[in-house]
């Protein structure tokens, strides 16, 4: 059973937003959803920094009738994150770049807050 660390908030909050997909220039085939501000703001609020690394944050999303653990990662460019779409997610919800995603994202809880 792990109980959580009493200075670490838990993280419970889904961000629902819709976003367009697009596809990245380089080589393999990479697709990504650009978090909307709001819910780029939102998920800062929702998450401390973790320390040490490049801000990636682990969440859960879903997107049709799909749902994965993966990440988010920071894009300068926008002052966002940016969401990988898999192929799999795309060919299973009939994706093509420039559709609208409707994304449901959940931040998962830092790995090292629960003791045993």
Known sequence: MSVWAAS???VSSDLRFAA???ADDGEGGW???TLPAEAADELRN???PRGPGFGSIRVT????????????????ATDSFVLPVKKAV???????PGDTVQVQLRPQP?????IS
């Open 110 to 114: 830092p790995s090292d807050t629960a």
């Open 31 to 33: 697709h990504f959803v």
């Open 20 to 22: 367009p997909l697009w």
């Open 8 to 10: 670490v908030p838990k």
């Open 61 to 76: 999303v879903t997107v049709g009738d799909s749902t994965w653990d993966t990440s988010v990662f920071p894009d300068k």
């Open 90 to 96: 795309r060919q299973s919800n009939r994706l093509e």
């Open 46 to 48: 929702l998450v401390p």
